[in-house]
């Protein structure tokens, strides 16, 4: 069965620390993804990476970076958090049929 | 660039009713089309997809939707709804092409179904 986890599901932090979000797939997938959610806004796309260490800005990449060494794993930084990244986060990887599969998100807030 | 539209942001629905959830796309190249739910702190999860072929396709949880490439639509619809079906419904589309393009999708804002016991 197809999986994607995240490293959490809740996370607090304060304004300015460095924040890391991991995530991790089992499908052999080049393609991950992520998203941040938020209400009236739906998902917008903020890095993707289609193999490793390659990657590609979204639509609102201000304020992150990612990393990816490794084909299973697809990390999201945020350098500096600010208390407008409070978010819920998702992170996808994209199989053969062009569906992607989400992990189950980690809610960050940060004060 | 494509965009997607989903008209309701709210849709309540008594039990065993049926149900349509509109989307509305906007793209210069053909499309692939998805609808993906959302139940209370989870991820998304696929519900169904058109690629090509048949407009009619049919997914999980007796849902299916119909691809209408003159009106540039993608409704969701189920012909009897059970409490289990309250969650958020999000539509989304990729557009082919060369390029990294078509490995995004772009998703609508989402609707809010709810089941009226």
């Known amino acids: 069965d197809v999986k994607v986890t995240q490293s959490s599901r809740y996370l607090v932090k304060r304004t300015g620390e460095k924040v890391f979000l991991e995530c991790v797939q089992d499908?052999?997938?080049?393609?991950m993804f992520w998203y941040r959610q938020d209400p009236g806004l739906g998902l917008r796309l903020i890095y993707f990476?289609?193999?490793?260490?390659?990657?590609e800005k979204g639509d609102i990449p201000e304020g992150y970076s990612v990393s990816r060494e490794k084909k299973e794993r697809f990390s999201l930084i945020l350098e500096s958090a600010s208390t407008n990244q409070t978010s819920m986060y998702l992170c996808?990887?994209?199989?053969?049929?062009?569906?992607?599969?989400f992990g189950p998100g980690t809610r960050l807030t940060v004060t | 660039a494509q965009s997607v539209t989903q008209l309701d942001s709210q849709v309540p629905v008594f039990e065993e009713a049926p149900v349509e959830l509109r989307c509305n796309y906007s793209?210069?190249?053909?499309?692939?089309l998805f609808w993906y739910v959302q139940y209370p702190n989870q991820g998304l999860q696929l519900l169904l997809k058109?690629?090509?072929?048949?407009?009619l396709v049919k997914g999980i949880n007796g849902f299916e939707a119909e691809f209408n490439k003159s009106q540039t639509s993608f409704h969701l619809r189920k012909p009897s709804v059970h409490i289990s079906d309250t969650a958020e419904y999000f539509c989304?589309?990729?557009?082919?092409?060369?390029?990294?393009?078509?490995?995004?999708?772009?998703f609508g804002t989402g609707t809010r179904l709810t089941i009226i016991p």
């Open positions: 793209s210069s190249v053909s499309v692939y």
């Open positions: 989304a589309v990729s557009a082919l092409g060369s390029g990294f393009g078509n490995e995004k999708l772009t």
């Open positions: 058109y690629l090509s072929g048949s407009t």
């Open positions: 990476s289609y193999d490793v260490k390659m990657k």
């Open positions: 499908m052999d997938h080049e393609n």
């Open positions: 996808a990887s994209r199989g053969s049929a062009y569906e992607q599969y």
